[in-house]
């Protein structure tokens, strides 16, 4: 920027011929209370200012802006600093207001507004330019991590000034970091640190770092990075029945968790591999029995593998007898009771209870017979 030195010289040397003149002939004093009244300003970088210089009482006396160089900016309505940013917005007796386009960090300092009065009075303004942060940039991310890693996540944001602050945010919940600051010519460069455990929760998890700073009020800047975990897989076998009987449709269902996805998945009967027979339907993690019977029984395992591992569960299958009713007795008849759980599980039970005889039918020797009634022992 660059001074136009004449004509800050002709203004200058005009306006003391006038005082000259005007004092002379006993026009120039001071006015009690006459004084500039202005206010500290603040801007973003980028934006613009605009410094205003007020006089409640004014005799006709010119107002004057210099920059935190001394340098003139306006006296009056005429412009004495060749900058392109710097405009007039109002110049009148009792009010200087100029704007400052483009502002940069160079342009902030103390302002002065002049008032030639005799003795000339001055009223200094701070001019406040803000740093805009960058965006932040999340580093040190592994892709993947695997389960048990120690890993560090590490923001980093330029350009901020004042410094400004970082925050972590593990999905939607704050999480503390470590904060180191630096100072980088007349801005600063923040940086927040986030250790890790890695585990298979933290898989899918968003890890976000925004920046908080007054230049961002209206739309704070932050950056998400999601985490992926691999781990080894983890198996376990659902059933949809708790007592699987004769002629009963079965599904088990191989539930298996991993990172990659273990797929597919083995099955096998008494550790020999299972394959489609119809009435046994393998399909990916399920295994299906359309009817069971009793050559089904036997301990029925899943295997699932990654890179990472291998994980089995086991499932023994007991095909239990289909639940009959008998005909009532036409010989002697008698109220059994419900079976129990363990005549319902196919357990060979004596106990008269499961059958609904008596003790004294069972001393006297009665035998059950293939109608459901009873006949003397000692007969057949």
């Not at 059958?355 to 039918?361: F, M």
Request: charged share 20%; proline share 5%.
């Amino acid at each position: 920027m660059n001074l136009n030195s004449h004509a800050i010289f002709t203004l200058y040397a005009v306006y003391g011929i006038l005082l000259k003149v005007m004092a002379s002939k006993g026009k120039v004093r001071g006015i009690s209370g006459q004084h500039p009244l202005v206010q500290n300003v603040t801007v973003t970088e980028g934006g613009t200012a605009n410094m205003t210089c007020r006089v409640e009482y004014n005799d006709n006396t010119s107002l004057q802006w210099s920059n935190p160089a001394q340098q003139t900016l306006f006296f009056g309505d005429k412009k004495a600093l060749r900058d392109n940013r710097i405009e007039l917005i109002r110049a009148s007796w009792s009010e200087l207001t100029i704007s400052i386009h483009d502002t940069t960090l160079f342009d902030e300092g103390m302002y002065t507004c002049s008032l030639f009065t005799m003795p000339v009075k001055i009223a200094k303004a701070y001019l406040t330019v803000l740093g805009v942060p960058e965006k932040p940039k999340i580093e040190g991310l592994m892709k993947p991590a695997v389960e048990g890693d120690q890993i560090t996540l590490t923001c980093l944001t330029r350009g901020s000034k004042p410094a400004a602050d970082l925050r972590w945010f593990r999905n939607e919940k704050e999480v503390k970091g470590a904060k180191e600051v630096n100072a980088s010519g007349n801005t600063f460069t923040v940086r927040s640190s986030l250790q890790l455990h890695v585990d298979r929760r933290d898989d899918g998890v968003a890890y976000t770092c925004r920046v908080d700073h007054e230049a961002l009020l209206q739309a704070p800047q932050q950056t998400t990075e999601v985490l992926e975990v691999h781990y080894a897989p983890r198996v376990e076998i659902a059933h949809s029945l708790a007592i699987p009987q004769e002629g009963q449709y079965l599904k088990l269902d191989c539930v298996s968790q991993g990172n990659p996805s273990p797929d597919p998945v083995m099955w096998t009967k008494d550790g020999v591999e299972i394959l489609d027979l119809g009435r046994v339907i393998v399909e990916g993690r399920e295994l299906t029995f359309t009817s069971l019977n009793k050559t089904d029984n036997g301990t029925y395992r899943c295997e699932a593998s990654n890179h990472l591992g291998t994980s089995s569960d086991e499932y023994v299958l007991y095909v239990y007898e289909e639940p009959t009713t008998l005909p009532p007795s036409t010989t002697l008849p008698f109220h059994p009771t419900s079976p129990d759980s363990t005549a319902l599980l196919g357990t060979h039970a004596t106990d008269p209870t499961v059958t609904g005889y008596r003790d004294e039918d069972l001393a006297g020797g009665l035998k059950r017979n293939a109608f459901g009634g009873v006949s003397d022992s000692h007969k057949l």
